[in-house]
């Protein structure tokens, strides 16, 4: 074993451990700190559970570490059982980052809380799993045609578009939480951390130290990337208004009052004006919240829904926003009113204890309904 892959191997199992463990740590100090916000709608939680799954992906990476290291150390990285292992691991990893992308906020619809996708894609790392066994089994040792190992070929086309999802939810993320330096680094690591893996499959990429350089600083940019987001994802707690805090009351047409004491707000008038269709659709949201079972106080939103468009919900926020003239620090989310049930589904987030609807309006809102 060449000094250049000994000194890779040993820098990726410790980098990736102490990476794994404080990934730990920042979880279940959110679950002591943050237990009341994380737990209080069972249906579904404010969870980081993302942040567990990241750091399994990253446990993953240490037996991944380990395996190199033996394979080195006893000469059979050249051997069949190896790459098999190699591969098996690092479709575990992917697994493991998949099912953290279902939690994070800003991922593809394609992912983000869609429980049809995730059983969908769980099929999908099976059976790359089951290929690559296939592959294992009806090919010689390592087989190359063309310059390219085939048994790799399944598993890089999986990292493809694992990378590909992480890099447009690790963007939007920090984009949408003003860290744009972090957003372009994150996606300029999660290309380095795909191209270091052709070297896996293509002979002619096969440069030891160039190859090692580019998978030590990639992988360790990207645990930094996920201790960013995790803090990120700590300070959004830390300001997320709790639900017995926030209070609502509809006065009259396009007139609220809100009181958000965690935000500064307390018993704040906010006249929509014209703006009748934000008006209506926050009362509609009201409306079933306080007075519907629970399977019913949801809208759907979507082309074909009773709110066409999220743009319609996020207009809501900002013309709240707008007409409260709250600093950057004070302004409402919209995840701080509305909450996402899954398939398109979204509900007030407050207590229907503490919606209130003047009767007079509630009477001719249940008219025009």
């Given at each position: 074993m060449s000094e250049v892959t000994q000194f890779h191997n040993l820098s990726h199992i410790f980098i990736s451990l102490i990476g794994a463990v404080l990934l730990l740590a920042i979880y279940f100090n959110i679950r002591k700190r943050f237990w009341q916000i994380l737990e209080e709608d069972e249906s579904i939680?404010?969870?980081?559970?993302?942040?567990?799954?990241?750091?399994f992906g990253l446990l993953v990476w240490v037996f991944s570490g380990i395996w190199a290291y033996a394979a080195n150390q006893f000469s059979f990285v050249e051997s069949l059982t190896y790459q098999v292992g190699i591969s098996l691991?690092?479709?575990?990893n992917n697994l493991f980052w998949l099912l953290a992308l279902y939690y994070v906020y800003d991922a593809p619809k394609l992912i983000y809380r869609n429980e049809k996708n995730v059983k969908i894609i769980a099929i999908i790392i099976i059976i790359v799993t089951?290929?690559?066994?296939?592959?294992?089994?009806?090919?010689?040792?390592?087989?190359?045609?063309?310059?390219?190992?085939?048994?790799?070929?399944?598993?890089?086309?999986?990292?493809l578009f694992l990378c590909f999802l992480m890099g447009i939810s690790f963007y939007k993320t920090f984009i949408y939480r003003d860290l744009k330096l972090v957003a372009v680094i994150s996606i300029i690591v999660i290309i380095l951390l795909f191209v270091s893996q052709l070297s896996d499959v293509f002979i002619i990429l096969d440069n030891d130290f160039t190859n090692q350089l580019i998978r030590i600083i990639a992988k360790t940019s990207l645990i930094s990337i996920f201790l960013v987001l995790a803090?990120?994802?700590v300070i959004q707690l830390a300001n997320t208004p709790r639900t017995n805090e926030i209070q609502i009351k509809f006065l009259d047409w396009s007139l609220v009052q809100l009181t958000i004491p965690s935000k500064g707000i307390y018993e704040r008038k906010i006249d929509f004006g014209s703006k009748t269709t934000q008006y209506k659709n926050l009362l509609n949201f009201a409306y079933k919240r306080k007075f519907h079972d629970a399977s019913e106080?949801?809208?759907?939103?979507?082309?074909?829904?009773?709110i066409k468009s999220q743009t319609y919900l996020t207009r809501i926020i900002d013309n709240i926003n707008l007409i409260l003239e709250l600093n950057d620090t004070d302004k409402i989310e919209r995840r701080d009113l509305i909450t996402f049930i899954g398939e398109s589904k979204y509900r007030l987030r407050m207590l229907p204890e503490h919606?209130?609807?003047?009767?007079?309006?509630?009477?001719?809102?249940?008219e025009s309904d």
């Open positions: 939680k404010r969870v980081d559970k993302g942040l567990l799954y990241l750091s691991l690092s479709t575990l089951v290929i690559t066994f296939l592959i294992a089994n009806f090919t010689q040792e390592n087989s190359i045609y063309f310059g390219v190992k085939i048994i790799a070929i399944p598993d890089v086309l999986l990292t803090t990120s994802w106080q949801c809208i759907v939103v979507n082309s074909g829904g009773e919606i209130f609807i003047d009767d007079a309006l509630l009477s001719e809102f249940k």
